[in-house]
């Protein structure tokens, strides 16, 4: 960019700063910013989505530069023209699309894009655990029992998390691996109608014929049930393990 852009940064990322951790905020388009992103000098950007990209430092408000990473694209616009009797598309205009980011991290633009955009994914998990396990149900006006009251939600929370990676396909991508979310666990595996029998000295559960997951539901029990101690951890019970 052709000169350093003010910003003030909020109180919360100078507090991020002293701890010693990194964070990456979407900018606002300013007057003066988009100003200077016309007069930046761009490269192609072809691990984004965007056309192109730039960078640079800006001094700010603060006692250390920071690093600027902007995104370019531009969307064009299509219109229905005529030929004759013909209707034809035509394209007007190209809006510019601008993406800015400021940050303290050093990785390439791409990661920055990629780790910001991870926002959302996080915002989803945050709004499970609000409304599925109970986080947002403070109990009490004091600050040590809310404190238990979000170890115990937590808890639940990540023992859902454990019991559908033991639910996984054998040869699944742990990178590929898609999210169930805590009520469709509870729908499939918790409030399951069944009958606990006993006979001839031996014990039962016997499930509905209308139960459609009894053997994906056998399965992980019977995988729960391989769970042992070995060394100084657990053996597996599939292959290939987790790690």
């Not at 609000?130 to 939600?153: C, E, I, K």
């Not at 898609?178 to 016997?206: E, P």
Request: aromatic share 10%; proline share 5%.
């Amino acid at each position: 960019m052709a000169g350093p852009i003010r910003l003030l940064l909020p109180r919360s990322c100078r507090s991020v700063r002293r701890i010693d951790a990194r964070f990456v905020i979407c900018a606002r388009k300013t007057a003066r910013l988009v100003e200077e992103l016309r007069q930046a000098q761009w490269k192609p950007s072809p691990k984004t989505d965007a056309d192109v990209e730039c960078e640079s430092l800006s001094a700010g408000r603060m006692d250390k530069p920071y690093r600027f990473v902007a995104l370019r694209k531009e969307k064009a616009t299509r219109r229905t023209g005529s030929r004759g009797n013909r209707a034809i598309p035509v394209i007007r205009n190209q809006p510019i699309q601008y993406r800015v980011f400021v940050t303290d991290m050093s990785d390439p633009i791409y990661f920055v894009v990629w780790f910001y955009g991870q926002r959302g994914g996080a915002e989803n998990l945050i709004k499970e655990a609000n409304n599925d396990a109970g986080l947002a149900a403070h109990p009490s006006n004091r600050f040590d029992v809310n404190g238990n009251h979000f170890q115990l939600a937590m808890l639940g929370y990540n023992l859902n998390c454990w019991l559908m990676l033991f639910n996984r396909e054998p040869q699944a991508d742990a990178t590929e691996l898609r999210h169930t979310t805590l009520a469709t666990a509870r729908l499939r595996f918790l409030f399951v109608a069944a009958k606990i029998w006993r006979h001839a000295g031996r014990t039962g559960v016997s499930y509905s014929d209308h139960y459609e997951e009894q053997g994906v539901f056998q399965r992980l029990m019977d995988r729960l049930r391989r769970v042992a101690p070995r060394g100084d951890g657990y053996a597996p019970v599939m292959v290939p393990a987790l790690r």
